[in-house]
């Protein structure tokens, strides 16, 4: 007997050393190892808006190597700065880098730095040499695992930087001369001349004030710009030299130029642009009405940007399109003696402060877009054409940072070529498939990386590429081909760890048949172009929304945006007592785990912590203000009993979802649970379904719960659009008042010529058609979930208790673990995980 017992324990073990050896997908999440638990008390914030501590601290993850020093604004209390860090917290000398004092608030070492504890401090220090006392120390950890990314010194950048004329697209100058015998016989070549010929034929000259009109000269400067670099035609010189003429007769007032950040760079561009290429033929006259114009935008905008920028979280303009056009203003004039002393400063200043903060706010390695999908359009540019320039002139691949290497698989994921995007944020609604402008980042990505997921978006989206302009002189000077295959055995699923987002596709190369579904829970929780969205998902059908955030972004902050399209009341997620989310950083979620793989995909998120109170960002509270709107309960903003909401999602492949919600407070509240269509829906006690007779596909939800609720709709907003849309219906699923509450919903997609799938329960289980679904509803009781399938062996279990697989029982590796045995790259295997726990750029305590 006790023979026996060794032996079967003998072959448990084994069993289990098999089971959990066999998964090899390396594409799913590296987490075989439980993740470390969350900390009992959860910070208040993630992320500052403007930092208030320095960067990094002891309980700081780092997200590259080197890492960036970055001081809050208001502890540089002198001229300049400066930063000393060591491995040695005694800073002996010969262990020591000492930095040279910068009046920004910012370093970076340029160097990979070590594993193991790091020490550093700073100090202020005047103009005239005289040095403060050093700051407190600091520590943080440098593991083997971060990604390493370096990047060369300002002296190298500035010891190679070309002093000739045109030096704007230097990187392309190696190509030009082959591409302009070829010009003709390009397949854009048509494009540009034409876009170039409606410039020549546009009189500006009948313009009472041509800066009314900066954003539209810019398009005709920038096609002009192109024309004649490549074409080297002189009329389109003398069109350029025609517009630069009508603007410096119109001396521009510091009212306008200051007008907005816009219009200032909106009007810098079409002078740098122009003094670039006509360098050599400019009067000395224009050259100084250029130059001293250039030097007002400049002088202006440093004095509010340094220190300032290194500190905000992400300000939208700055990265979207000004940070560039200040940088090419320098570009062009640090070499120009009248201007050397002030200009050279500057230029340091923006090409640390990329290194420092970009791309995608540096603290995103995801290559998905933290502040909004639907705003990378709006980036683009600038992450073309700041890393092409300095791989160029540094001699060193800025593109090889994390985020670039993973911004083709990212736009295959959210950005799906031919179908709605999954993605989040301002303005996400309105893609309908891939754009030009996305499309030419692919074609980019595809050339400089060799990103085949990239060149499959590109190869899925060709004539988009041909059709984008502002990629076009690279186009047309670069032409190299590139794999337009993806990968084999790309994974279902993909998350965004740092960034928050998971997206899910059933069958991505194939719209037609593809069911994608997004789900957000993000420590940049509710900024600018993100939404109060924490736990919510968008679902896409045949490449059209069948549930998604609801509302039309019309306008920034009017009445529509603040009360319906940015509320938490928008999204498909849950509303406390009718409150949201605040529009603050302090609103965040998390997604704690993730994984999948050939017939379920799996995501929890954690918005525990994201209905914490009102918008205290003096942003919100003056577009409130300004629209006599109060942050109230009645109007669905305040503080929260909240205390848990744990929204586990699966996919079912191919065409159903379960959504697990684990939800208490610390007294009884309402609990609203929402969803949004394009369609209505049918309600039916508890089931409703939506149609979509064009794509002949009806959508089926089922809702499971012990507390008792009613669903209803309606097909009106709290504040209707400012321009009349199409109505959307909004279901609600509201809840006697709980303080604690489990919620079941299962979403099944089904042909309209099919027969739904019935759905059996017998007590806590489910059956749905070959799906065996357990989840313990009473929530008195510790929260279960378990899924299995009866023609395959897949096994899914949210549970204390270790499953049975194939036979045998497995043993968890941590209690209360998410557990998936399933198929990837044709072998079975198990992955096991805890809570992921983010990296944090602030303080987790104070």
């Given amino acids: 007997m006790k023979t026996i017992f060794r032996f079967r324990t003998l072959f448990h073990i084994f069993a289990c050393l098999f089971l959990f050896t066999a998964c090899s997908d390396d594409t799913l999440p590296a987490t075989d190892t439980p993740e470390t638990e969350q900390p009992e008390a959860s910070p208040d914030a993630?992320?500052?808006?403007?930092?208030?501590?320095?960067?990094?601290?002891?309980?700081?993850?780092?997200?590259?190597n080197p890492t960036p020093f970055i001081i809050p604004q208001a502890m540089k209390t002198g001229d300049k700065l400066q930063i000393a860090f060591s491995q040695s917290k005694d800073f002996p000398d010969t262990e020591t880098t000492l930095s040279t004092p910068k009046q920004w608030c910012m370093h970076n070492p340029h160097q990979i730095l070590k594993s193991g504890i790091w020490y550093w401090r700073f100090r202020s220090v005047s103009n005239d040499?005289?040095?403060?006392?050093?700051?407190?120390?600091?520590?943080?950890?440098?593991?083997?695992?971060?990604?390493?990314?370096?990047?060369?010194t300002f002296e190298t950048f500035i010891k190679n930087t070309p002093h000739t004329h045109p030096r704007l697209y230097c990187f392309l100058d190696n190509e030009i001369e082959q591409a302009r015998r070829n010009v003709t016989s390009h397949p854009e070549y048509k494009q540009l001349t034409h876009r170039a010929s409606t410039a020549l034929k546009t009189d500006y000259s009948l313009l009472p004030n041509p800066y009314d009109e900066a954003a539209s000269i810019k398009n005709s400067v920038q096609y002009l710009y192109q024309a004649y670099h490549l074409i080297q035609d002189r009329k389109y010189a003398n069109k350029l030299h025609e517009i630069l003429n009508i603007l410096l007769a119109h001396p521009v007032s510091d009212s306008q130029l200051f007008a907005s950040n816009f219009d200032s760079t909106d009007i810098a561009i079409n002078f740098i642009e122009i003094y670039d290429l006509l360098y050599s033929e400019l009067t000395p006259e224009e050259k100084l009405g250029i130059e001293e114009l250039l030097m007002r935008v400049l002088r202006y905008y440093f004095k509010s940007n340094c220190g300032r920028q290194e500190n905000h979280i992400f300000d939208n303009h700055f990265w979207q399109h000004n940070m560039r056009v200040f940088f090419q203003a320098c570009f062009i004039l640090y070499d120009k003696t009248a201007y050397a002393d002030e200009v050279l400063p500057m230029l340091e200043y923006y090409y640390e402060i990329w290194t420092a903060r970009a791309p995608a706010s540096g603290f995103n390695r995801d290559g998905v877009w933290h502040n909004g999908a639907g705003y990378i359009t709006a980036n683009i540019k600038t992450l073309f054409y700041i890393p092409s320039l300095f791989s160029y002139i540094t001699r060193s691949d800025f593109l090889k940072h994390p985020w670039y290497l993973n911004a083709g698989k990212a736009l295959v994921y959210t950005h799906s070529p031919h179908a709605k995007s999954v993605g989040f944020g301002d303005g996400s609604e309105k893609s309908d498939g891939a754009n030009r402008v996305l499309a030419a980042f692919a074609d980019f990505l595809a050339k400089?990386?060799?990103?085949?997921?990239?060149?499959?978006?590109?190869?899925?989206?060709?004539?988009?590429?041909?059709?984008?302009?502002?990629?076009?002189?690279?186009?047309m000077i670069h032409n190299q081909s590139y794999s337009a295959e993806l990968p084999s055995n790309i994974p279902k699923f993909i998350w965004y760890k740092d960034a928050g987002e998971v997206a899910i596709h059933t069958d991505l190369m194939h719209p037609e048949q593809d069911m994608a579904i997004g789900f957000r829970s993000s420590i940049f929780a509710s900024g600018s172009h993100t939404l109060a969205n924490q736990n919510s998902f968008n679902l896409v059908y045949k490449g059209v929304d069948v549930y998604r955030s609801s509302g039309y972004y019309q306008h920034f902050s009017d009445a529509h945006n603040l009360m319906s399209y940015r509320h938490t009341r928008a999204h498909n997620t849950i509303l406390v007592?009718?409150?949201?989310?605040?529009?603050?950083?302090?609103?965040?979620?998390?997604?704690?785990?993730?994984?999948?793989?050939?017939?379920?995909?799996?995501?929890?998120?954690?918005?525990?912590h994201a209905y914490n109170?009102?918008?205290?960002?003096?942003?919100?509270?003056?577009?409130f203000a300004a629209l006599g709107i109060t942050q109230t309960p009645e109007n669905g903003f305040g503080k929260t009993p909240l205390t848990k909401y744990l929204r586990?999602?699966?996919?079912?492949?191919?065409?159903?979802?379960?959504?697990?919600?684990?939800?208490?407070?610390?007294?009884?509240?309402?609990?609203?649970?929402?969803?949004?269509?394009?369609?209505?829906f049918n309600i039916e006690k508890h089931t409703t379904t939506t149609e979509n007779s064009s794509k002949e596909f009806?959508?089926?939800?089922?809702?499971?719960?012990?507390?008792?609720?009613?669903f209803s709709q309606t097909d009106l907003f709290v504040v209707p659009p400012a321009t009349p849309a199409p109505n959307q219906w909004h279901l609600t699923a509201t809840y006697t008042s709980s303080a604690q509450n489990r919620i079941l919903t299962i979403i099944q997609i089904t042909p309209n010529s099919e027969q739904v799938p019935a759905i059996v329960r017998t007590g806590d289980t489910f059956q749905c058609d070959d799906w065996n679904i357990q989840a313990t509803m009473s929530a008195s009781q510790p929260a279960e979930l378990i899924v299995t399938n009866r023609t395959n062996s897949t096994v899914f279990s949210y549970s204390s208790v270790n499953p049975i697989i194939e036979g045998s029982e497995y043993l968890r590796k941590s209690p209360r673990s998410s557990l998936?045995?399933?198929?990837?790259?044709?072998?079975?295997?198990?992955?096991?995980?805890?809570d992921y726990i983010p990296a944090s750029t602030r303080a987790i305590s104070y």
């Avoid at 205290?616 to 003056?622: A, L, V, Y």
């Fill in 698 to 710: 009806k959508t089926t939800v089922r809702q499971f719960s012990n507390s008792s609720f009613e």
């Fill in 648 to 680: 586990h999602l699966l996919v079912l492949h191919p065409h159903t979802i379960v959504i697990y919600d684990e939800l208490e407070a610390s007294e009884a509240v309402r609990w609203d649970w929402l969803l949004h269509s394009p369609t209505p």
């Fill in 820 to 834: 998936l045995y399933d198929k990837s790259n044709g072998r079975y295997g198990v992955r096991e995980q805890t």
């Fill in 129 to 152: 040499g005289a040095e403060q006392a050093w700051s407190e120390t600091y520590s943080f950890e440098v593991k083997d695992e971060t990604p390493k990314f370096v990047t060369p």
């Fill in 577 to 608: 007592n009718g409150i949201g989310q605040p529009y603050s950083l302090k609103g965040y979620g998390n997604i704690t785990r993730a994984m999948g793989g050939d017939h379920i995909s799996y995501c929890l998120g954690d918005a525990s």
């Fill in 46 to 64: 993630l992320h500052d808006k403007l930092r208030e501590k320095p960067y990094p601290k002891a309980d700081n993850e780092l997200y590259i």
């Fill in 613 to 623: 109170g009102i918008s205290e960002d003096p942003m919100w509270i003056n577009a």
């Fill in 448 to 475: 400089e990386n060799a990103d085949s997921y990239a060149g499959w978006y590109a190869d899925q989206t060709k004539d988009l590429v041909q059709q984008d302009y502002e990629f076009r002189l690279y186009r």
